[in-house]
């Protein structure tokens, strides 16, 4: 026997039943807890990007242009520092750090985020501070704190390498790059990175002995009475919105404004993107500034409650200071459903890509 909650109500009902709710379309499964006002999407099948099998000759050269770009450590000022740096795809498309290392092993202001999946986003970064366009896909190049490369720098160093030139005339029909063509080579690649599918997604597709009884009480917890779906819904488990979860530190020498450095609004101090929660379980540490390293401790927060900080002295009136997400609430998850949580956010991950890096022109 398990506990499981339906209706709000805590019963102990057999891990049959619970099965047999599950192991049917979707469409049929048990209502989920979510708050008045909340738009959200029911669990779902991974999405391939649009272009997977249709892609014609100008878009293959385009991506495999942005393909070798994105492994070219050439593309920097140092010729050190390639976009494969942070975003490895053996560590799922991130670099396992709590914040990123870039130019002159200078430390980052956020962990970075894996690029599994990126195309269906419409802006990028934590505080979605670019559009998910080539222009966006240069920001890392000129970021201090990552490549610290001006563009006509990293212009120089590739159309200085005469292998370049017949990628660049399939890809542009012409024989060297602009800043218009770096950025859509490489965003083309970016948005071709997708993840496999899980033992979730066989699991909805019909083949249910893909998740153990666990993972299906976890998947039940997930939508009822953890109210993850409140904010992580949907295939790529996320609402693309922005939430305060209580780490912006504000008035501290850790302070992140979040995104209120994007758009100026008071009521976006301390909010930062709603992660996908597909491959989870590989891409730690966790949130935007990776301070924690153990999953179970990110599930113990949110069964907290997050840290609900209040005022200190002297910020009682200020317009900045952060207002947490209202949907957070303390959870009273018992150790067991915790437990259970967490292997249900490991069937939604999948092994890494294997990806072959691209053999680079003129190399010595």
């Known amino acids: 026997m398990v506990i499981v909650a339906f209706d709000k109500k805590e019963e102990k009902v ?79 498309w991130t670099d396992g750090r709590q914040k990123a290392i870039g130019h002159n092993h200078r430390v980052g202001r956020r962990n970075t985020m894996s690029l599994q999946n990126a195309w269906v986003q419409k802006e990028l970064f934590w505080l979605g501070r670019v559009d998910n366009s080539g222009h966006g896909a240069l920001q890392p190049l000129v970021d201090p704190f990552e490549m610290n490369t001006p563009i006509e720098v990293a212009l120089e160093h590739i159309n200085s390498l005469s292998g370049y030139a017949p990628f660049v005339y399939r890809a542009f029909a012409k024989s060297t790059l602009d800043e218009q063509s770096l950025g859509i080579a490489l965003s083309s690649y970016i948005k071709s990175i997708a993840s496999h599918r899980t033992r979730f997604d066989n699991f909805v597709d019909g083949r249910y002995r893909a998740l153990s009884d666990e993972q299906v009480y976890g998947l039940h917890l997930f939508r009822t009475k953890a109210r993850c779906i409140n904010c992580h819904n949907g295939p790529f488990f996320t609402d693309f919105s922005y939430h305060n979860l209580g780490f912006s530190h504000f008035g501290s020498e850790k302070q992140d404004l979040g995104r209120y450095e994007v758009t100026g609004n008071p009521e976006d101090v301390g909010k930062f993107r709603t992660p996908s929660l597909r491959n989870a379980f590989r891409t730690g540490p966790w949130f935007h500034d990776g301070s924690f390293q153990d999953l179970f401790l990110v599930v113990n927060m949110y069964n907290a409650g997050m840290p609900q900080p209040r005022p200190r002295k002297g910020q009682e009136e200020s317009p900045l200071f952060p207002k947490q997400d209202p949907l957070l609430k303390p959870l009273n998850l018992t150790i067991e459903e915790r437990n259970a949580i967490v292997r249900f956010l490991e069937a939604i991950s999948s092994v890494p890509m294997t990806v072959k890096r691209p053999n680079l022109p003129d190399l010595d």
Not at 47 to 70: H, I
């Open 14 to 92: 057999d891990i049959a039943l619970l099965r047999k709710s599950y192991e049917q379309d979707s469409r049929l499964w048990p209502m989920p807890f979510v708050d008045s006002g909340v738009r959200w999407v029911e669990l779902g099948t991974l999405v391939s990007p649009p272009t997977v099998g249709k892609l014609d000759s100008v878009e293959q050269a385009r991506q495999l242009l942005g393909k070798m770009l994105f492994f070219e450590p050439r593309l920097s000022a140092t010729k050190q520092i390639s976009c494969s740096s942070c975003h490895d795809p053996d560590l799922s």
